[in-house]
């Protein structure tokens, strides 16, 4: 952030008045841009024994495996918002069950949160983002080949809890990967 | 928003190209400025049959009632948010414990978080953006008195979960109320 997004004068970085940590400050018009982290909202879509994954169309990791989510917008729930990317990603209507995940992922700002969802029917299709869409059972999930680890600490929560007969909500957070890796969702 | 934060030229409010909904678009160095729901993060601290209540030094709601929250910094996760704001509403140090209500305000683009928490020791104290801090037993807390609805609705589930003597995680949603009331947070 470089220019007031009220006024367009140019943005000092400072401690505000009554505040301990540095922001974005106008002293044009006194506006302070606060920043917070983002939500990113999906589902474990289920079907029978079956889970549901998107193979992505877009970058970051274009080709690999997630569960269908994506940032929260404004004016929905994280349920409805859960709800539309998974019809976005993968043309499925879901029953939208509980809270299954929240997984805090600081180093990019974000908060990944992840319901249970029923499958209505079968009539999915890969949406503009995904370039297939398909259902896996446990044997099956390409662990290697999925795109963010919030999604594959997710499934691995699923598979653990339904193996017990029990479903949770399970608060996680992930650290920055020790090595470099593509920027992007994690 | 009237002008790109990135370079400062004039914002055209449109659909960009293969998205369904409008945004703040630059069209001089192409950014689009996309926005999101902002979590807020807090507490119930308990000590024994107690919670500890703040009362608000600051508006929205100066002098009206709170448990310890405030909007999520980037960096932390929602557990360290709701410790940080405990410490800094109350000077109270808690052990933070599970995920209890997760409560979307979507017409005020927020989604509340509130976890459970023991608190360690009595020597809390007004924080700069409360008047007063104090342990409430149930049949005390100031109900008509409370800043806001997320906060009355974790107070009635928390009593209502004690009572039953299983705590629970809960995942609800706040509708605009239908009277104007005061702007910020509900």
Redesign the interface.
């Known amino acids: 952030?470089?220019?007031?997004?009220?006024?367009?004068h140019?943005?000092t970085v400072r401690i505000p008045d009554?505040d301990n940590?540095t922001r974005?400050c106008c002293d044009a018009c006194g506006t302070i841009?606060?920043?917070?982290?983002?939500?990113v909202v999906g589902t474990v879509p289920v079907w029978g024994e079956q889970v549901l994954l998107c193979r992505r169309a877009i970058e970051p990791r274009y080709g690999k495996w997630t569960l269908p989510a994506g940032?929260?917008?404004?004016?929905?729930?994280?349920?409805?918002g859960a709800l539309r990317e998974t019809l976005e990603e993968a043309c499925a209507r879901v029953a939208v069950g509980?809270?299954f995940t929240?997984i805090?992922v600081?180093?990019i700002?974000q908060?990944h949160?992840f319901f249970r969802a029923e499958l209505i029917d079968l009539d999915f299709a890969p949406g503009?983002e995904s370039l297939e869409v398909r259902l896996f059972r446990e044997a099956e999930i390409p662990w290697q080949e999925l795109a963010f680890r919030t999604v594959a600490q997710t499934l691995r929560l699923f598979f653990a809890d339904r193996a017990r007969g029990a479903f949770g909500?399970h608060?996680h957070?992930i650290d920055a990967p020790t090595k470099p890796v593509q920027a992007g969702r994690s």
């Not at 952030?1 to 367009?8: E, L, T």
């Not at 940032?71 to 409805?80: C, D, K, Q, S």
């Open positions: 952030m470089r220019f007031c997004s009220h006024c367009g140019p943005i009554g940590r974005a841009h606060y920043v917070n982290p983002r939500p940032f929260m917008e404004v004016g929905e729930t994280t349920r409805e509980p809270l929240m805090d600081p180093y700002e908060v949160v503009e909500t608060v957070s």
